[in-house]
């Protein structure tokens, strides 16, 4: 498909003030859409936005809590009078931590909940009708912990693996009828403070744990070759996003082999 597919879409992109939702925001404008930021820190989304004004970029700016229903409300409503609707939901927002699972308390695991997976479903509900309007697409990132538990990542990987499920019932019920959901699931994405990120929350655990992917041995993604990616398989309409491809092999070998599977990531975590 042509790279002019995105001139004039609107694009709604959470977690838009860092990391890879600033990424997929900037390639967005690049490729001439209309991007409306959203994340939770006004000042950094401001900075963002800044960046893409002087580029040219239509840009909108609404700060929120996706956690937040009333938020999540608002959105929806500045989407429909500064945009018209939206083409695009890319919901990049996230938080992951460290810790053994029988350390991580069922709050600590229900806020995880609560952002990686529960947000998903309050921004479907609130831009569905949009998107089936338009035939749009609606991007969960996930994880490789969306598809294989990893050690001492806490509740992280049993609320990757809830956000999975809720993209392919999306695509289960909604595919038929136009909104097309795609899960990306990355291995860990360069940052500045890979490394030390969750050296607090890792104290007592092996180093492994507080490294990036709790110390998998997977080189980091650039946010910016993700995001091309990403919108490459919007673009194809594909069901799922593993990066590193290499990976699929072993979520293959773990689904015929669970005890191969987990030999292998005790390997590759050690």
């Not at 919901?91 to 600590?108: F, I, K």
């Not at 609560?114 to 998903?120: F, I, R």
Request: proline share 4%; hydrophobic share 45%; with cysteine.
């Amino acid at each position: 498909m042509a790279r002019n597919y995105w001139t004039n879409k609107a694009c709604l992109v959470t977690g838009a003030s860092a990391g890879l939702g600033q990424a997929v925001a900037t390639t967005l404008a690049q490729h001439g859409a209309r991007v409306m930021l959203v994340a939770r820190n006004a000042e950094r989304l401001e900075a963002t936005a800044a960046a893409l004004r002087a580029a040219a970029a239509q840009t909108v700016v609404c700060p929120a809590d996706v956690t937040w229903q009333e938020d999540v409300d608002r959105l929806a409503g500045v989407a429909q009078s500064e945009l018209g609707g939206v083409d695009l939901v890319c919901h990049c927002a996230g938080r992951s931590t460290r810790g053994g699972l029988y350390d991580t308390t069922p709050e600590d695991v229900q806020q995880l909940f609560d952002v990686n997976c529960l947000s998903a479903i309050r921004l479907a509900r609130a831009f569905v009708e949009s998107l089936l309007e338009r035939r749009g697409h609606l991007v969960l990132i996930g994880s490789l912990a969306s598809k294989t538990a990893l050690p001492y990542l806490g509740g992280y990987p049993a609320s990757k693996h809830a956000l999975a499920a809720v993209a392919q019932q999306l695509r289960l019920e909604f595919g038929p009828h136009g909104l097309h959901t795609l899960l990306a699931c990355p291995g860990p994405i360069a940052r500045e403070d890979a490394g030390v990120r969750y050296a607090d929350q890792a104290t007592g655990l092996p180093a492994a744990a507080a490294k990036p992917a709790g110390g998998a041995k997977l080189s980091a993604i650039d946010p910016v070759l993700l995001s091309e990616k990403i919108l490459r398989a919007c673009e194809r309409r594909k069901a799922e996003l593993i990066v590193p491809t290499t990976a699929k092999f072993l979520f293959a070998i773990a689904q015929l082999s669970p005890r191969c599977g987990d030999w292998i990531l005790r390997k590759k975590t050690s």
